[in-house]
């Protein structure tokens, strides 16, 4: 190599330093990394934790040091921390129901708020989003779940109470992200190990909660699996991480009976119908589809809501606006039947109904 191109090389690879040395924080994308599924990093990371990281001189379970111990900056509440519309205190004299919401894409939502009609984009005087730290008003800014509807409805069959929702949800997430006993290496199956535990977030939110109001919790809602399904052994061993996973949040938050309300497409018999296309999509997630349909054969105090096959984005898999709103009606109308029979004694042939599928 002549000396004026290694000069200009040294000159290159200076330059390259000090722009480091300027710019103290980098935004990595895929590190190659195979223990990690090749996950994506959607967070800054400092550039001498990340040389460490590279350089494998930071522990497994320290990797995930740039998720920060505050609970209102988890990567599981980052959209939740995203809908709160200002301070909302909790009204005296009203009881505070409180619902977790816990999943993945179709749970974090792609219904656009401003496709939001009234009143589902003005403040509900009694409704309630845990936000960045604190109760807030659900006023969604950008992309919404099924949350604004099934609050609004809550609140309506509830009319003397207040609705709270606490919501942990990441697009693309396998279960074992929210593992109680948390794994750097369970969750890098599915490509989530730089999300840390989404099981932390949803505990520290809630302690955080009870630490300025009191309240009643009324249910987990949730809708989450296909990430899981599209490995065979994730697909088989789904029934029982989900069973570990709700009777360690049932014991975590002192609520053994907590109502558990699984969000899925079809009953055993619809999956069955629809076996060839299941298995075109999915190969290997029909024992998980089979196992949500069937969840309360196996969990005490859980339900299947089956929405079958509602409007969607043009992916058609992901729920559009319309959607949404149908599916947070749908998992009220479940809620609704639940509470009417446990708290008014009220018999299956006075069920509300659920809206229609498309």
Request: with cysteine; net charge neutral; hydrophobic share 40%.
């Amino acid at each position: 190599m002549s000396p004026p191109i290694k000069l200009s090389l040294r000159l290159l690879s200076l330059l390259i330093g000090c722009v480091s040395l300027i710019n103290c924080s980098i935004k990595p994308q895929f590190f190659g990394k195979n223990e990690l599924d090749n996950t994506f990093i959607t967070t800054h990371r400092n550039a001498s934790e990340w040389y460490a990281y590279e350089k494998d001189e930071l522990a497994p379970d320290r990797r995930e040091m740039v998720l920060e111990d505050d609970p209102s900056r988890g990567v599981g509440l980052k959209q939740a921390n995203s809908m709160g519309g200002g301070d909302a205190p909790i009204l005296p004299r009203t009881k505070l129901r409180v619902f977790l919401l816990m999943g993945q894409s179709n749970m974090v939502g792609h219904g656009k708020a401003d496709k939001l009609p009234p009143p589902y984009n003005e403040p509900h005087p009694r409704v309630r989003i845990w936000a960045k730290g604190k109760w807030q008003y659900l006023i969604p800014k950008s992309n919404f779940g099924p949350e604004v509807s099934f609050a609004h409805e809550m609140a309506t069959l509830f009319p003397s109470d207040t609705i709270g929702i606490i919501k942990v949800a990441v697009s693309g997430t396998g279960i074992d992200a929210w593992k109680p006993d948390w794994q750097w290496s369970a969750a890098s199956k599915t490509g989530d190990a730089l999300k840390g535990s989404l099981y932390r977030d949803m505990i520290n939110a809630v302690s955080g909660a009870h630490q300025v109001s009191d309240f009643k919790l009324c249910g987990l809602i949730w809708k989450q699996g296909d990430r899981d399904a599209r490995k065979l052994e994730l697909s088989e061993s789904y029934q029982q991480r989900f069973m570990e996973l709700v009777e360690h949040l049932r014991a975590d938050l002192a609520t053994p009976e907590l109502p558990v309300f699984v969000l899925t497409y079809f009953d055993v018999a619809g999956i069955e119908a629809r076996r060839e296309l299941v298995e075109k999509l999915r190969p290997n997630g029909l024992s998980l589809y089979i196992s949500q349909a069937e969840v309360s054969s196996y969990l005490k105090n859980a339900f299947p809501v089956f929405h079958g096959l509602l409007p969607t984005i043009f992916d058609h898999v992901h729920f559009n606006s319309e959607g949404q709103i149908t599916l947070g009606k749908m998992t009220a109308a479940a809620v609704a039947n639940h509470y009417l029979a446990t708290e008014h004694g009220t018999t299956n042939s006075k069920k509300v109904s659920s809206l229609p599928t498309h």
